[in-house]
């Protein structure tokens, strides 16, 4: 296993627990990928170094079927989206009615529309759960005609409202595409339906706790994880895998192997030519998407939002209306840092004070997609933000005890995988989905390539924290096993 995100564990608890032998290599000092914390700005304060919420982990059948040791703080109300300085705001509450009554004070009608739409919906939720991290079947394509509409365009036919659709808008700036582009509507009405349906929970102390718990069941079925050992060569023979060899030269031999780095990483690791030329070329032409500078505050209070709904929240979305959301994505994809970010906020220990030190000290997790390169430093990127984040709590600026800065370069430096600083491992535009993530023959995780598998976010269904490409790997490798295919 190339790679210990919780793909790569995920893959290596299922071989390992059918008793064959695993040993899963990260580059990193510890293990978890995307999925970590640390304390990145002061003692005592725990913050999340990538991805902060798991709608994803708690809907996944992966998930669901490890029933991981794992304590989940799971915030009654998942997400505030902050319209205006002024106080305006739509919450996106677990409890339906509550949800209606926030949209319907918003905008006459809205509130109306969506406890109809998600009354329809939340009876048959693992069905429509399942339909979006199905391993890619006819089933997971039967969701394909969504793919097509953009969040814009289904907000406004479902509420007639540019403000309550700015709150189904917004859930789209965790991936890197606009409003109005095709497939927008589908991570936007996936990720508020969610809302509902299971919550935005988070471990309870960080999230590296989940990682922890999968490392664990991973050494309790007998499997093994070498940490700082980097990767850099897949040896191939006589048309199948046969080795991989790390950076100090030592050689290991395998029967098989999982790769769970993206695309550009994993082409440099192969040698030329051991792919069809069409596979090979999809590899080479994967585009990345947005960069990404995530900002980590320790606080000596809580973020005095004039939105008082905001207040209570897991998570704000800063994006105004629904043109300045627009406006943050076509500037930043044009090469330019926006001149007014949609930001994703996070308030975890507003409802873990596991994070912080004792009294009203508070964490702040803030993350913008960004141009890969803006011209700017981490530092004037960083100010900016605050900037904007002052425009919907006036007094931000004398909160902040510490703050850790990484722009696009810093977190690509940490994780090889997230080029740019990219979270997504590659854009979630259209053309890079479903079977096109990365490419028919990839998009089960068995490649042309007799022994090489593959999974991470840059494979079907993507990014999010769900295990389901990882398991898909996992579940291909052991049926070749069973039909001789590697032999």
């Not at 627990?17 to 899963?24: E, K, T, W």
């Amino acid at each position: 296993m190339i790679g210990a995100g919780h793909h790569g564990l995920v893959a290596a608890i299922r071989l390992s627990a059918r008793g064959h032998d695993v040993l899963v290599l990260e580059a990193a000092g510890t293990p978890g990928g995307a999925v970590r914390s640390s304390e990145l700005t002061l003692p005592g304060f725990i913050h999340d170094t990538c991805a902060g919420f798991f709608p994803l982990t708690s809907a996944s059948p992966v998930f669901r079927e490890l029933e991981l040791d794992v304590d989940w703080v799971d915030p009654a109300i998942p997400m505030v989206h902050v319209l205006d300085g002024d106080g305006g705001e739509v919450a996106l509450h677990q409890e339906l009615g509550a949800t209606v009554a926030s949209l319907e004070a918003c905008a006459a009608g809205a509130g109306v529309a969506w406890g109809r739409l998600t009354r329809t919906l939340l009876p048959m939720r693992r069905a429509v759960i399942g339909l979006g991290l199905a391993r890619l079947g006819a089933s997971a394509l039967a969701v394909a005609p969504l793919a097509l509409v953009s969040s814009a365009g289904l907000g406004r036919r479902l509420f007639g409202d540019d403000r309550a659709t700015a709150w189904l808008a917004g859930s789209g700036a965790h991936a890197d595409v606009s409003p109005y582009a095709a497939g927008s509507g589908a991570f936007s009405l996936g990720l508020t339906f969610l809302g509902h349906a299971v919550g935005w929970p988070f471990p309870r102390g960080g999230a590296a706790r989940l990682t922890d718990a999968l490392v664990t069941r991973l050494i309790a079925h007998g499997g093994s994880l070498r940490c700082d050992a980097v990767a850099t060569a897949i040896e191939v023979h006589r048309g199948r895998v046969t080795a991989v060899r790390l950076a100090d030269e030592e050689r290991i031999p395998v029967d098989a192997v999982i790769g769970t780095v993206s695309p550009g990483p994993i082409s440099e690791m192969l040698p030329p030519g051991v792919l069809p030329g069409r596979v090979q070329r999809r590899l080479e032409r994967w585009r990345y998407g947005l960069g990404t500078v995530k900002l980590d505050y320790a606080l000596s209070s809580p973020v005095p939002w004039t939105a008082m709904t905001a207040r209570q929240a897991g998570v704000v979305h800063v994006g105004g209306s629904l043109t300045e959301i627009a406006a943050s994505f076509e500037q930043a994809s044009a090469g330019r840092f926006p001149d007014a970010p949609a930001l994703v906020v996070g308030q975890h220990s507003l409802h873990d004070r596991s994070r912080v030190p004792a009294g009203d000290a508070h964490t702040l997790y803030v993350y913008a997609r960004v141009p890969e390169r803006s011209g700017l430093s981490d530092d004037e990127m960083a100010q900016r933000i605050e900037a904007r984040i002052e425009q919907f709590a006036p007094g931000f600026h004398g909160l902040a005890l510490a703050r850790a800065a990484r722009g696009p370069a810093a977190i690509e430096s940490e994780n090889a995988s997230l080029r740019g600083g990219d979270l997504a491992s590659g854009s979630c535009q259209l053309d890079q989905q479903l079977v096109f993530r990365p490419a028919p023959a990839l998009c089960r995780g068995r490649t042309p390539l007799r022994g090489l598998y593959v999974a991470g976010a840059w494979v079907h269904p993507g990014p999010g924290v769900h295990g389901v490409s990882g398991r898909s790997a996992a579940d291909s490798l052991l049926a070749d096993l069973r039909h001789r295919r590697l032999s």
